[in-house]
DNA sequence: GCTGAGGATGTAAGCGTTTACAAGTTTTTG
DNA sequence: CAAAAACTTGTAAACGCTTACATCCTCAGC
């Protein structure tokens, strides 16, 4: 079928040849923007590009120019694919691809699933040669970051902050948005709130969800019994639910959840449903991230939504300035602001 | 903050000095898999790129062997956001990832949203010079993809099938899908049976899918009236409302529905309900994707179930050895199995 | 009409690799 | 032990482009 023309493409070359002038005038019309060829030249050299059908060899302009104009989006997720939540994934990806995209340069995608060994993932950054990397990681280890950082290719994280000032990064800042939360159950006249806090031994956003949690409490002047702070293993629905039925057998149990995700306040909703009870009334639960499904039947979820498409457009904003910047580039954090969406799983304490 | 180091990364020609041999040693231990070079020469090699820190630099790589080892895959959406299902994108890209990840390649992404001119599609194609393209387009004209596949960068087609021979495809059989879907409805004693069709002006999975409910109707000598095929202008749910409550006002109205779409059949369901008659009793409700959103409360529907991670694996292994095969390739079209997942919408017709 | 300035064009080097071919070295063989 | 065979290594060209520098024109100014 089809036979391959053997015709190799045209180059830079055939188009000098056919129009008869140099390489070099070849090249200035298809670089320079304020013309340094004459027009009738011009016309020429685009005459002859046009019937030899020249697309310039990208790589050879890679080469030269020491640019790849190329920018690669790293997704590490530790437990694929529980861990992979679509919605979240395709935000950032659809925010990073428009500002990519109107800016003329390419995007790569990596997964790196399970837990990589970290140095791979430090080889698997440079080995495309990349102008920059968005990093999306929940647990890659400060120490790995600050490796990657310290290479001349900018990396700037999404949806994650790190402490050092050294590493850029887009956020949310979760420790606000978990204040805010827990705000607004303490003033529906909750006292005692439990925290579903998910993996804080290894992830950040856990770890500065939790902080938020006690940072309100405190300010309220509310003490936490230990047994109502509640780690596990990941932000996973069957987690919330276990969790949810130990707490719901206390003597002494919470009026409130506060759970740092929403597949844990999923959870925790069906454990609380279960038990006979009615969430919004009897207890109320509040989750974060505003996936879709907290908002259809059964579930009508209060949460913190993010904008990830907005944050991963910001990031691949503050990577692009930071490539441009000629003389080394100045690591940035930046904090995008939330919303506190109120559905009716939040109601006033039960007396 | 942090002065980036000036130092330019270490050449080819700085290892060569170091472990004092040529460049092209220093390129044999490189490359060659079974050592053409003594085992003393490759410890002294190895030794001094460790040492420089030396990676290879992919441009030079790629000007040389005319192979950038990147596949691009392009995703045509209409109308975004609304025609772009987080589920059935994200099990293309995982799937392709997976396979192109295991071939050491890298994966370039590319929107193409709302209808761009299909002369600046195909430029789009070819900007980046990439060894192959995965495009899923639900309404690219053939002649286009005919133009893409006329270069000699192979193109696949995934979850879209094209009419031309000369056009590689990787989908669902999209006719017989439907067929089995309809007979499954014919089976529970249906009759009158209405086809929400979507797009089947420029879709070519709507014009497959309504082709097969013809089909099946056909083979059991059921007729359809012509206000029975329901056309709009997308696969989307209000669309499959506005077109139910027509249907719901005929005077002989249909005691199923085969929405041709998962989004048309929630719908289509919406406005059953709002009628106050039951779905899957009083009226059978048939999709077709299985998205996540129709196995959970309050919807339960039958519907067909395409693995499109799989799919999409086929796709680029089909891709990539089209790539490999060294004398021109073969347009090759495959199609992938799909399941009839049963739920509780559909049911015995009514007497 | 001549000089010189400034703009248009051409020449050639260089970007960092791979690889054909040549040259040199070691091993095998009779 | 010499010649042939088999390895190992080096030299240099090539990939297709950009760009500094050199050269050549054109035309203004006198």
């Given at each position: 079928?089809?036979?391959?023309?053997?015709?190799?493409?045209a180059?830079?070359?055939?188009?000098?040849?056919?129009?008869?002038?140099?390489?070099a005038?070849v090249?200035?019309?298809?670089?320079?923007k304020?013309?340094?060829?004459t027009?009738?030249t011009r016309?020429?050299v685009l005459e002859?590009?046009k019937?030899l059908?020249?697309k310039?060899?990208?790589?050879?302009?890679?080469?030269?120019?020491n640019?790849?104009?190329?920018?690669e989006i790293?997704?590490?997720?530790n437990?694929f694919?529980?861990?992979?939540?679509?919605?979240w994934?395709?935000?950032?990806?659809?925010?990073?691809?428009?500002?990519?995209?109107?800016?003329?340069?390419?995007?790569?995608?990596?997964?790196?699933?399970?837990?990589?060994d970290?140095q791979e993932?430090?080889?698997?950054?440079?080995?495309?040669?990349v102008?920059?990397?968005?990093?999306?990681s929940?647990s890659?280890?400060?120490?790995h970051?600050?490796?990657?950082?310290?290479?001349?290719t900018?990396v700037?994280m999404?949806?994650h902050r790190?402490?050092?000032?050294?590493?850029?990064?887009?956020?949310?800042n979760?420790i606000?948005?978990?204040?805010?939360?827990v705000?607004h159950?303490?003033?529906l006249?909750?006292?005692k709130?439990a925290?579903l806090a998910?993996?804080i031994?290894?992830v950040?956003n856990?770890k500065?969800?939790?902080e938020?949690?006690?940072?309100a409490?405190?300010?309220?002047?509310l003490?936490?019994?230990k047994n109502f702070?509640?780690p596990?293993?990941?932000?996973?629905?069957?987690?919330?639910?276990?969790e949810?039925?130990?707490?719901?057998?206390?003597?002494?149990?919470?009026t409130?959840i506060?759970?740092c995700?929403?597949m844990?306040?999923?959870?925790?909703?069906?454990?609380v449903?279960?038990?006979?009870?009615?969430?919004?009334?009897?207890?109320?639960?509040?989750?974060?991230?505003?996936?879709?499904?907290?908002?259809?039947?059964?579930?009508s979820?209060?949460t913190i939504?993010q904008d990830?498409e907005g944050?991963?457009?910001?990031a691949t904003?503050?990577?692009?300035?930071?490539?441009?910047s000629?003389e080394?580039?100045?690591?940035?954090?930046?904090?995008e602001?939330?919303?506190?969406i109120v559905?009716s799983?939040t109601?006033?304490?039960?007396?």
């Amino acid at each position: 079928m089809t036979p391959k023309k053997p015709t190799p493409p045209a180059t830079i070359y055939d188009v000098a040849r056919k129009s008869k002038v140099s390489i070099a005038t070849v090249s200035r019309v298809l670089n320079k923007k304020n013309s340094v060829v004459t027009e009738k030249t011009r016309l020429q050299v685009l005459e002859a590009i046009k019937e030899l059908n020249f697309k310039p060899n990208i790589s050879a302009r890679r080469l030269v120019s020491n640019r790849t104009n190329l920018i690669e989006i790293f997704f590490h997720i530790n437990n694929f694919p529980v861990n992979f939540k679509s919605d979240w994934y395709n935000g950032i990806l659809v925010g990073a691809t428009q500002v990519i995209q109107s800016h003329n340069l390419g995007l790569l995608i990596n997964f790196l699933v399970g837990i990589p060994d970290p140095q791979e993932i430090v080889d698997r950054v440079f080995q495309n040669n990349v102008d920059g990397v968005l990093m999306i990681s929940p647990s890659l280890e400060e120490k790995h970051l600050l490796e990657l950082s310290r290479q001349s290719t900018p990396v700037v994280m999404v949806g994650h902050r790190a402490q050092s000032p050294d590493i850029s990064f887009v956020d949310t800042n979760n420790i606000e948005a978990s204040e805010m939360m827990v705000e607004h159950l303490i003033n529906l006249g909750h006292k005692k709130i439990a925290c579903l806090a998910g993996p804080i031994h290894n992830v950040q956003n856990a770890k500065d969800r939790l902080e938020g949690f006690k940072n309100a409490m405190a300010k309220h002047g509310l003490s936490v019994p230990k047994n109502f702070i509640v780690p596990s293993d990941g932000f996973i629905k069957h987690n919330g639910y276990d969790e949810m039925k130990k707490l719901l057998k206390l003597s002494e149990k919470p009026t409130a959840i506060y759970a740092c995700d929403d597949m844990l306040a999923m959870g925790a909703w069906d454990a609380v449903t279960e038990a006979g009870l009615k969430v919004g009334k009897d207890i109320s639960i509040a989750g974060y991230d505003d996936i879709p499904a907290v908002s259809v039947a059964p579930y009508s979820l209060t949460t913190i939504r993010q904008d990830m498409e907005g944050l991963s457009a910001a990031a691949t904003r503050l990577l692009i300035s930071q490539i441009k910047s000629p003389e080394g580039f100045v690591p940035s954090q930046q904090y995008e602001s939330t919303k506190l969406i109120v559905r009716s799983s939040t109601g006033p304490a039960p007396k």
